[in-house]
């Protein structure tokens, strides 16, 4: 506990100083921050921070011009100390703009750390140092003591500065393990003035922090950049693709500097510990507002893709109220020079997302024509359409997916380009007369191309489902499980030509409920037998479709004799809507073979038994089985191909 003898005093009361300091910041990158800025503001030329795993100590040390006693205790222990109200506007040696306004950001440290040594010497030969002990602080809060904070005196004689200020931390809070590594990228990302331009170097166990260190420039491939002086953003930007320098000013009294980027694809945002999708506000060199993209509720996709840095250093006018909030990570929203900033912002954003449709729309022009085959089609194209169809490879180029899944999208974007175009054909055909007759021919021809195309298409996606299906060829059990989960919505693995169910959702109820009154009548074995059994309604035809369990092995007559108990139930169903002589047609799968199929000659007299009263009769393997070769033998026998149709099989052959 400290003791009245200190030389030191701070002045706060102790609860606004809990309020404030020990939670007033949650991660090291914004609380070393402050101590750099603080050096900034002492006419510091050079910045020495070191991180010590063994120790765990962090050590913060500046060459500015360092503290008096007077100055500790009047200036850096009187918390909320205003320096700009006294006159500590520009440092005297290099005439710098202060970063410091409310006289809190040193209490940062607590939320690191519980203590914090202070050594402090100025040229005129002043040497200081003392000790900030946050559990002592905590025990005079909590016995609700009226008498300051008086820290520890601590000897200078392991301290050699002759002038300037040195910082050490204690009994951290958080886990150093992995700061020195990642450090540096933070802290270049949160200050705009380090360097030996402004004289101002920050090291890193020695090593020196660049603006490259951002390791984001990079990464941009358009580059929207604001005012000459904002010109230096080019140099880094050596990717980018195109660059656009734009207008800073927002009126007589209010100008920015920065630079707006967009990256080519959104997961270039994700950083190893940053989300750079974020556009953070600098005043006076130093992140002031996080992100000011968060005050925007915009939706569109491009938003994703947008990152930048804008310095406003009109938000932090001397003659003007402070524009920070107490927390100092944030701008006070309703200020109206905030709100002309946003504003400002919004507008380039507009901008920005216009520019961003022509370029993509250039460069997914570049894109697509570097194949050879839509580039054959393309050609053949009128203008209007060339103009249309870049419209379309723009979109496409804005989906993130790998190259065999965008030629799929190109092959559906072909087809719908087509249909849009025999769409208007048709429009046009209100025009035709005796004199141009030909008209129907060519509009038709390009129909059967259209459909042809689609059909391709369907096909060979039916064929990759049916690929994937024989990889369960030999489980029955998984097969059952997939023909239950699959079957009764895609009836055309049982016949090419059912392509859709066609049944009225009131009759299929009906009929279930007929359904379920003949299923109360099987024996448990029966019942236990059967996976499933469903009504559909497929080209004209009522069809049941029955499966049966993988293990079960049944024989002919008791299966047909199930069936005909589900078609009389159906018939009297469909006679009762006035439906005279329904074709229905019924279908028995099966995972193992009947009884006596081990006898070809009993399994084919089976089969004819079961056509002749309309009842298919097909295991699980011959149903995959003989839906892949239909579907392969359509692929193979059509050899009838029109230019879109070649353009769509070649698109797949690329995938």
């Keep these: 506990m400290s003791d009245n003898k200190s030389k030191y005093e701070m002045t706060i009361d102790l609860n606004v100083l809990n309020h404030l300091g020990i939670n007033l910041y949650s991660n090291i990158p914004s609380v070393i921050s402050e101590v750099v800025a603080n050096a900034w503001d002492a006419d510091a030329e050079e910045v020495n921070i070191h991180i010590d795993v063994e120790k765990d100590e962090i050590v913060i040390t500046d060459d500015g011009h360092g503290m008096s006693l007077s100055d500790i205790n009047d200036k850096y222990l009187t918390v909320g100390y205003r320096k700009r109200e006294n006159n500590e506007i520009i440092t005297p040696k290099h005439k710098r703009s202060v970063m410091g306004r409310k006289g809190i950001g040193k209490l940062s440290l607590f939320s690191i750390a519980d203590k914090i040594s202070v050594f402090s010497a100025t040229k005129k030969g002043d040497r200081n140092g003392l000790l900030l002990d946050s559990n002592e602080i905590k025990e005079q809060i909590s016995t609700k003591s009226k008498n300051p904070y008086l820290p520890q005196d601590l000897s200078c004689e392991d301290f050699h500065l002759k002038k300037g200020t040195k910082i050490v931390l204690n009994e951290l809070k958080k886990n150093i393990g992995q700061t020195s590594r990642h450090l540096k990228k933070r802290l270049a990302r949160r200050f705009s003035i380090m360097g030996s331009k402004n004289s101002f170097l920050v090291k890193i166990d020695g090593s020196e922090i660049k603006v490259e260190d951002r390791?984001?420039?990079?990464?941009?491939?358009?580059?929207?950049?604001?005012?000459?002086?904002?010109?230096?953003?080019?140099?880094?930007?050596?990717?980018?693709?195109?660059?656009?320098?734009?207008?800073?000013?927002?009126?007589?009294?209010s100008k920015i500097t920065g630079w707006i980027g967009l990256v080519k694809e959104s997961n270039q945002l994700q950083d190893e510990y940053d989300n750079l999708n974020k556009i953070p506000i600098l005043i006076r060199g130093k992140v002031s507002q996080e992100n000011i993209l968060e005050e925007y509720r915009e939706g569109s996709l491009y938003i994703k893709y947008i990152f930048g840095e804008i310095r406003a250093d009109f938000l932090d006018d001397d003659d003007l109220p402070d524009i920070a909030t107490s927390s100092r990570q944030g701008v006070i929203e309703h200020d109206k020079?905030?709100?002309?900033?946003k504003k400002f912002?919004?507008?380039?954003?507009?901008?920005?997302?216009?520019?961003?449709?022509?370029?993509?729309?250039?460069?997914a022009e570049k894109e697509a024509l570097k194949n050879v085959?839509?580039?054959?089609?393309?050609k053949k194209l009128g203008k209007d359409s060339k103009k249309k169809a870049k419209a379309l490879f723009a979109k496409i180029n804005q989906i993130t997916v790998d190259d065999n899944n965008r030629n799929t999208l190109f092959s559906h974007a072909v087809i719908a380009f087509e249909s849009l175009r025999y769409k208007d054909a048709l429009d046009a055909l209100e025009n035709v007369s005796v004199e141009n007759i030909g008209e129907f021919v060519s509009v038709f021809k390009n129909f059967d191309d259209i459909e042809a195309s689609l059909y391709y298409q369907i096909t060979k996606q039916r064929i990759e489902v049916l690929e994937k299906f024989q990889v369960h060829v030999h489980d029955d059990n998984a097969l059952e499980k997939i023909l239950q989960e699959f079957l009764f919505n895609h009836l055309w693995l049982l016949d090419p030509s059912w392509d859709r169910a066609t049944e009225h959702p009131y009759m299929e109820k009906q009929i279930s409920s007929e359904f379920e009154k003949i299923d109360a009548g099987l024996t448990e074995e029966e019942?236990?037998?059967?996976?499933?059994?469903?009504?559909?309604?497929?080209?004209?035809?009522?069809?049941?479709?029955?499966?049966?369990?993988?293990s079960v092995v049944t024989n002919v007559y008791a299966l047909q004799e199930q069936v005909d108990k589900y078609k009389s139930g159906l018939r009297k169903l469909l006679e009762e809507k006035n439906e005279n002589n329904p074709v229905i047609e019924c279908v028995c799968i099966v995972g193992k073979p009947l009884k006596g199929w081990s006898d070809s000659r009993t399994k084919e007299s089976d089969i004819q038994m079961m056509a002749t009263k309309n009842t298919r009769l097909v295991t699980y393997q011959e149903l995959i089985k003989d839906s892949y070769n239909q579907y392969e033998e359509y692929m193979s026998s059509n050899t009838n191909e029109s230019d879109t149709l070649e353009l769509i099989k070649k698109l797949s052959e690329d995938e």
Excluded at 345 to 363: A, C, P, S, T, Y
């Design 215 to 253: 390791d984001y420039f990079h990464k941009i491939q358009y580059l929207w950049y604001y005012g000459e002086e904002s010109k230096e953003y080019l140099t880094l930007a050596k990717n980018a693709e195109q660059i656009e320098k734009r207008e800073n000013v927002i009126n007589s009294e």
């Design 337 to 341: 020079r905030y709100s002309n900033l």
């Design 345 to 363: 912002i919004n507008d380039e954003l507009k901008h920005i997302q216009k520019k961003r449709i022509k370029f993509k729309g250039k460069e």
């Design 373 to 378: 085959d839509i580039e054959i089609w393309y």
């Design 527 to 550: 019942a236990k037998g059967r996976v499933d059994i469903k009504y559909k309604k497929a080209s004209g035809k009522h069809i049941i479709i029955e499966l049966k369990r993988a």
